[in-house]
């Protein structure tokens, strides 16, 4: 009998251990990301961190995890204080920690992963006896993964299963869930949650889930704890709460679902065709083959689907950044290249994702990429001659309408935080009196509350002016929220469309996952 | 003459001796260099290791010839061009580790030094002869004169030999080739799973510049054997682009080495059966075999398979 195997099964007849955060404060110079926050994970139960972006709870649980050292406060299982000095000492204590990336290494295999990820393996692996373990360890895994698939070779809810796998294989007690979801179709996220959930009931495990996703928590969750601002904003059993008191503890203030408006255009004129289009990934191969997509004056079209189906691809097409293999683009009727006289005859503007690497200079300052689409023409300059009043002049503009916060027109755009980058490129793509074609590519990711609903108004409003908007987004529910029209893109191709009043969510849910 | 008497048949024969005398640098630096590119980091300062190593083993072994005899004194020099290599690596790891630092940048720094260094300390033996390493003549069945030379081999080429595939399963069945890939592929991974990115590059960087030295001790000690400031002529950068072709597989960098030991032995080969036409171009066609790979291999359209994820960039 493997040894292994025997403390397997001896250990799963105990339950996992009550964990305690006590008063824990954390200081990042002068910034205070945690104040005096507590939080009771008790053994057996599913529990939830919530909070906008920037409440502290990646901070919380990377104390926990001994990534940070607090401030003050203390860390207790089963009454006794312990400290965390690093992640070692962690699975130590039996927590293990699931990231919102995952954490596995693409080039090699599902069983070199497992291998790896232990602190106290062997300094040479005998693959054979391995093999037995692993093999003996996935009878009794709550999913299957082949063993010597490739992890660059799986999909994205297998890898989020394999990372799972691993702090299981780990013999963790204690799971904590980063947003394990962002990345999963909804199906699979139920499928995950739920199995995850199965070993909770079971007495096998508790789990510490960060996430933002009302619809999960209240489908698998037992209690939350709610941050905001870095301090404790309170906490509670989920059968005892509504979304909107859950909302309440998160935002501070009940807060109304913000209102769509949208205008109906009476003659819808095609601006955005997309013909036949084939492009190849970085690799060489194919990304997307073949797409066909039209999109009309006054109408806001989504683009759904799981991060890796060709999305990026298509918006770098269209973008210029991409060479299509195949296929053609036009705007207006006419062939289009994306050349800047192109761009600027037809009036085309893109709000690409990961906006400070795909749509700024980092280094230049606030001022310059706000003229970047404007500082070679008339009133920004003259001949061959920039002209640096006007140029500051409109930004300063700029920077008052979108409310962008930065230290002066002349600070370089990479100094300024996430939303006031987007909020900058925002301000460029959209301020142009005569827009004609919007390309969005995951607008809202990484932002909070506020400006994500400001970046969604500011999209309809351009739609109501009657602007062609294409949007691409991982976030089902910004797309339900905005389009007129939805698709589902999977492995380079549309899988499914429909006008958004007659949407079905399962169906969007299983084309994603390319069924 | 034998040559006549083996007439064109002198021509593959030369170009496997070449192979079985020319490719241990090759072996031994693009070796290194896959350790080092394993863990995500490049190191073009190979060159200047090579020449380095190649300098003070020739140094070494002069130098030592009196004091423990001339059959060790030369593997005292195998072992100190080793040696000198990990300084060199050192320093590069070091260097190209601090922030915003371009690991090409140091590369190039690092060949100038090496070069230098050896260049500048090397002056005074240039002229007197080392001992050198001795050969396996496993030729001596043969009552050919080429076949005899073609078949001495160095104890050193043996070693890369053997070493090629136990790096593969060292990358394949320990911790530590685990820890190197994970590095090298995903430093984001490595460091959730409390791996020191800084601690295995350093390492993979030291490691690989010690193999890199005793590469340059077979230039100085074995073939051509002797120490001069153009010996190296461009095969420790040859031996970095290599690993490009080897697909950063170790076995393959030992098919790629001898590919390219034995083009370079084509112009001498060539000559030898009496073609003196384009002697320089023959000579020159390890060069060009490095240029048609590299056009070969690089395109702008797409991403290299099997190279480590993180390769180059800034963590």
Redesign the interface.
Known sequence: MNPAVEISQTKELDLPPELEVVNMTKQFGQLIALDQVSLTLKPGTFHALLGENGAGKSTLVKCVMGFYQPTSGEVRFNQQVQTIA???DAQRHGIG?V?Q????????TVA?NL???R?E?????D?KAEYEVLNAFMETAPFKLPLSAIVAQLAAGEKQKLEILKQLYLKSKILILDEPTSVLTPGEADEVLGLIRQEVVAGHLSVLLISHKFREVTAFVDEITVLRKGKFAGSGSVKDLTIADMAEMMMGEKRDPQKVEKTVHPDPTPVLQIQEIHA?????LEAISGVNLTVNSGEIVGIAGISGNGQRELVEVLAGQR?ATAGQVLVNGEVYRASRREMFKHRVFVLPEEPLKNACVPQMSVAENLALRTFDRSPQAKGWMLLFKPIREAAQRLIKIFKIKTPSPETPVSNLSGGNVQRTVLARELSSDHINLLIAANPCFGLDFAAVDYIHSEILETRNRGVAVLLVSEDLDELLKLSDRILVISEGKFAYESPIATADFAAIGRSMAGH | MATEALGWWGVPLGIMAGMLRGSAPFLFVSLGECLTEKSGKVNLGLEGTLLTGAMSAYAISYLTEKSVGPAISPWLGVLVAGLAGMVLGFIHAWLSQQPKVNDVAVGIAMIIFGSGIAFFLGKPFIQPPAPQLPTFDLGAWSNVPQIQSALKISPLLIIGILLAPLMAWFFKSTRWGLFIRAVGDSPDAALAMGISIAKVRMLCIIAGSFLAGIGGAYLSLYYPGSWSERISSGQGLMAVALVIFARWNPIQCLWASLLFGGAQAIGPALQAVGVEGGYYLFNASPYILTLLIMIITCSPKKTLTGAPGALGTFT
């Open positions: 690093s992640p070692r920690m990231y990336h995952f954490t596995s290494v693409p080039a090699m070199e291998v790896l990820c602190y393996s062997a300094a040479l692996i693959w190849n990934k970085d690799n060489g060479i």
